[in-house]
């Protein structure tokens, strides 16, 4: 068996990185007494009893991202990704270190027994917010940059893929961050519509890590 050599085992990180990330945190949620993957946050796994395993998760996968990132910086990908593509993936995976490390505030209703909304948000909720930034605004300026690459270098499928995660991204990311803020018509599925976001955004991701080898 051919041994990976360093940018190639990079690269793989960043291809397990989501997979992880998402079978972690379902797992996780499906244990959780009171807990509505339907209505809650991700991100509000951290916290109350068991909490510890998805702030490893956000940190573990963090890791992987840069690691991955660094493997990008050294891989043939200006036909697919621009420059600024590397940067932008190593920046969601320490927003992501952040998230882990700052954990959020309790959001509709979870853990059980708290306000829908905490309101002002505390300082380490705050932090972690920011932490989400270059998370669901990174991935899709990354996407829409690697779209507008690929149609250039006449790739309109990878472009079309491409473009297409950056819009559902976009587009959940608006609707779930109205439900956390408690819209009643959206609140009831929150969960649901930042799921779709994170998984799109990931499986984008580990896409092109994975063309990347």
């Not at 990079?10 to 997979?19: F, I, K, S």
């Not at 998230?99 to 959001?107: L, N």
Request: glycine share 14%; charged share 10%; hydrophobic share 45%.
């Amino acid at each position: 068996m051919r041994r990976l050599g360093a940018p190639a085992w990079r690269l793989a990180c960043g291809a397990v990185a989501g997979p992880v990330f998402v079978l972690t945190f379902t797992a996780a949620g499906r244990r959780r007494e009171g807990y509505n993957p339907r209505r809650h946050p991700v991100s509000a796994l951290a916290l109350g009893p068991g909490g510890g395993v998805q702030r490893v998760n956000f940190v573990i996968t963090g890791l992987l991202y840069v690691a991955g990132s660094t493997g990008l910086k050294r891989a043939a990908t200006s036909q697919f990704l621009p420059r600024s593509g590397p940067t932008l993936i190593a920046g969601t995976g320490l927003g992501l270190i952040g998230s882990g490390i700052f954990a959020t505030d309790p959001v509709s209703g979870y853990p059980p027994g708290t306000a829908p909304q905490q309101v002002p948000p505390s300082r380490t909720g705050a932090l972690h917010a920011l932490g989400a930034v270059p998370v669901f605004l990174g991935i899709p300026v990354a996407a829409v940059f690697s779209a507008a690459r690929s149609a250039r270098t006449g790739d309109t499928r990878w472009a079309a893929y491409s473009a297409a995660t950056a819009v559902v991204m976009i587009g959940t990311a608006a609707l779930f961050g109205r439900a956390f803020s408690q819209k009643p018509s959206l609140v009831a599925a929150g969960g649901l519509l930042q799921r779709i976001s994170i998984s799109s955004g990931l499986a984008w991701l580990t896409a092109v890590h994975v063309r990347a080898l």
